[in-house]
């Protein structure tokens, strides 16, 4: 493990802050000290940082059936465009409002509960069709226990709604059937049925096992009937969860308000959400300051399937992030500071991978622009294996040499004045293999086959790699500047020179 006192990554121009940790050398593209340039590089060994431990936090393991109590379900509304998604979420969020204390401030926090005068509740998530659907599963928060699908009877079954009954079947989440616009003359429920019977969706109607309801979003024409079908399906589903313990639930959505600040709406899953609860939630985390239902009024808990805006954030989470209570805020900043890290490393990952693709693609425009130079004769290079060269072995004496450099500038240049040594007159410089990236166990291989010896240019040798070129007898020499680099090669060429009687 290395630690930054100053580090930046070349490729990607990033500056890694001091003391960084940075758990993958091989992005350390360079560990001296280039004054005055932008990208000064400075790192160094250190065995102090250890292993660590993970602080994640992480979700309770399912709670035992006597501690779970029946839950209303969370339905999502899918559709064709223009088949009356958002008419029927106003509609029904408008009802939602109505006895409130607060009655007519209907707010928009991504989602809203609808209450029948049995007391039973249905939560709807607000922002309609596919997006919002995806954007809850993308994250592994499958927070939707039903589709309610919207289709217009004037319109029919249309490409979006084939496309939500797909998405619905592969999150094996139930759909319920909504039959649009019903108030519209001379539209056709039954047609509109048959329609869906033909892409498997039956309903009820039909001899099928699907719940549909006919209603007019517009004129708001048996919307209870439609939640009171989703209630039963909610029944048949069996819907449950722990409202003791640790909190658990998804992020529905953030923003800041200038006003009040950084909020989000939580839809709880599991446990119940109280003023001064902490949570995380991807990159951010609260202690909760206050807690607002979706009328706007201040509640005291929200128990599972209810959506709360939160107010009280620290840091912001983003849609869909995963909530968890924890113990302390003390807790709450080791897993930002964890998550943090772990978001640096696997920065410094994908930065090593698309380094590693940039190196690969230097390689091969080397490898075509050596083989043109070949063929100009410009270089006599052996890159053809131990064998040729026993075959080729003569009296001359020989300096071999493996180039391996940080840009392709840089190495081109180096090729190019060692070509002018090419015909050095009593020693040959042969250039057996070259390429842009730091040495490989390849190279090693090759310069041993060879018995080259390694010019590293601005590029790292790789501790282990060190130890190996030394165990296989491979020389390994690091410049950072070409003339000093030339000048070894001229002083291993004299020492070749054969001592003449
Ligand atoms: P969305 O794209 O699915 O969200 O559809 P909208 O809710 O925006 O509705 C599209 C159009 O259909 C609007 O002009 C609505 O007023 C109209 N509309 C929605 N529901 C009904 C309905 O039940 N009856 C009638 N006649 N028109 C409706």
Not at 88 to 100: I, K, Y
Request: aromatic share 4%.
């Amino acid at each position: 493990v290395y630690k930054a006192l100053e580090f930046a990554d070349k490729n990607s121009d990033t500056i890694y802050k001091k003391d960084t940790v940075i758990h993958n050398p091989q992005i350390i593209r360079d560990v001296i000290k280039i004054s005055g340039c932008r990208f000064k590089i400075v790192a160094r060994p250190d065995e102090e940082v250890e292993k660590e431990e993970n602080k994640d936090a992480v979700p309770a393991p399912p709670a035992p059936p006597e501690r779970l109590r029946p839950r209303p379900p969370v339905v999502c509304v899918m559709g064709h465009v223009d088949h009356g998604k958002t008419t029927l979420l106003d509609a029904l969020r408008d009802t939602s409002v109505v006895d409130t204390e607060f009655g007519g401030i209907t707010q928009h926090i991504g989602a809203f509960e609808v209450k029948l005068p049995s007391g039973e509740k249905v939560t709807f998530l607000d922002t309609p069709g596919h997006a919002a659907f995806s954007a809850m599963r993308s994250r592994g928060a499958h927070a939707t226990d039903i589709v309610v699908l919207v289709v217009a009877a004037d319109d029919g079954v249309m490409e979006q709604t084939l496309e939500s009954v797909r998405m619905a079947r592969e999150a094996d989440v139930p759909i319920l059937v909504a039959i649009n616009k019903i108030d519209k003359p001379g539209v056709n429920i039954d047609k509109t049925m048959r329609a869906l019977a033909q892409h498997g969706l039956v309903c009820e109607a039909l001899g099928g096992d699907v719940q549909a309801v006919a209603i007019s979003a517009l004129k708001r024409l048996h919307l209870d009937t439609l939640v009171e079908a989703l209630i039963l399906q909610a029944q048949l589903m069996d819907l449950k969860a722990d409202p003791g313990g640790y909190v658990e639930g998804v992020v529905i959505e953030a923003f800041v308000d200038p006003r009040t600040g950084k909020q989000a709406t939580v839809l709880v899953q599991r446990g119940t959400l109280r003023k001064g609860c902490v949570i995380v939630a991807g990159n951010g985390w609260a202690k909760v300051r206050v807690l607002q239902d979706s009328a706007g009024a201040s509640v005291l808990e929200a128990p599972p399937a209810t959506p709360a805006r939160v107010l009280g954030w620290r840091e912001m989470p983003s849609a869909g992030d995963r909530v968890l209570e924890v113990e302390s805020e003390k807790r709450a900043n080791e897993v930002m500071k964890w998550r943090h890290n772990q978001r640096m490393k696997e920065k410094q990952e994908s930065d090593q991978e698309a380094i590693s693709i940039k190196e690969s693609e230097h390689q091969t425009q080397y490898k075509q622009m050596l083989a043109q130079k070949r063929a100009m004769g410009r270089f006599r290079t052996r890159p053809d294996g131990p064998r040729q060269k026993m075959i080729q072995e003569d009296d001359h004496p020989t300096l071999s040499v493996l180039v391996k450099g940080d840009v392709d500038g840089s190495v081109e240049a180096i090729l190019d004045i060692l070509e002018t040594y090419d015909e050095h007159d009593r020693v040959k410089l042969e250039l057996v293999n070259y390429g842009v990236g730091q040495v490989t166990p390849n190279d090693i291989e090759v310069a041993q086959a060879f018995k080259a010896i390694i010019y590293a240019f601005n590029v790292e040798c790789p501790p282990a790699l060190a130890v190996e070129a030394r165990n296989s007898g491979v020389t390994v020499k690091r410049h950072n500047v070409i003339y000093k680099l030339v000048d070894d090669v001229k002083e291993e060429l004299s020492a070749r020179v054969p001592l003449t009687q």
